[in-house]
């Protein structure tokens, strides 16, 4: 079983829609959560951050971390077409124990597509 | 531009030829991360330097070595290249080693090997 689940779509909405994005994940040692945007060509950006279990939001951008289900999600709301790209899921978790080291894993990422 | 700065951003090459690949980390950050992509594989971790040391190695194969240097720019090299090495190669950065708050990437480096 990999460590980090993620469908990779591609997943096609009209312009508006509200989008979810998942990913599941096995190691119950990921502490910190995060969803990268890709761009064709170009490479991933950070675009949310969480920690603990609950709700993140920017702007139109809502993350959420279930750790009892090691469950994540990424959810655009009044999706537009510059949403359009590979969205990926990462978790960070500590290299070795003394705490010094983190190495994040990343889903293999969902190919987004918004149409006007 | 996110600060991350890598070259070239295109290589062709043959197979069994020996190639390198240029990181320069964003300003401040001593940590280098070097990722492979692929379309089956995704985002695989190869190493991270921090600071010129190697911190963490990941699915690195025996061909591909790397370093970091004083002044903290790493290169990444690939050598007796196989058709399977084509990928796009991403070097990323971080404040401090610990990473937790995520990487900023690099632009990547497309690699195919003919």
């Known amino acids: 079983q990999k460590e980090v689940e993620q469908d990779p779509g591609p997943l096609s909405v009209p312009e508006g829609a509200i989008v979810s994005l998942n990913c599941t994940y096995s190691?119950?040692?990921?502490?910190?959560f995060m969803w990268y945007r890709q761009y064709s060509r170009k490479g991933p950006e950070l675009l949310m951050y969480?920690?603990?279990?609950g709700n993140k939001e920017d702007g139109r951008f809502t993350a959420q971390v279930d750790k009892s289900s090691k469950y994540i999600s990424l959810f655009i709301r009044d999706s537009q077409p510059s949403d359009s790209a590979t969205y990926l899921c990462?978790?960070?978790?500590?290299?070795?124990?003394?705490?010094?080291?983190?190495?994040?894993?990343f889903g293999k990422g969902t190919l987004l597509t918004v149409n006007p | 531009d996110s600060g991350v700065t890598q070259t070239p951003k295109h290589l062709i090459t043959a197979t069994g030829q020996r190639v390198t690949l240029r990181c320069s980390p964003r300003s401040g950050d001593l940590s280098v991360y070097w990722y492979q992509q692929s379309l089956d594989q995704g985002l695989q971790f190869l190493i991270q330097?921090?600071?010129?040391?190697?911190?963490a190695k990941g699915n690195i194969l025996e061909r591909f070595s790397a370093q970091q240097f004083p002044d903290l720019h790493s290169e990444l090299n690939l050598s007796s290249l196989e058709l399977g090495d084509s990928a796009l190669y991403f070097c990323?950065?971080?404040?401090?080693?610990?990473?937790?708050?995520?990487?900023?990437f690099g632009s990547g480096t497309r690699l195919t090997v003919v």
């Open positions: 330097y921090y600071n010129g040391e190697e911190r």
């Open positions: 990323a950065s971080s404040v401090g080693q610990l990473g937790f708050y995520g990487y900023t």
């Open positions: 190691n119950s040692a990921f502490q910190y």
């Open positions: 990462a978790m960070s978790a500590l290299t070795d124990s003394g705490g010094s080291n983190y190495k994040l894993t």
């Open positions: 969480t920690y603990s279990s």
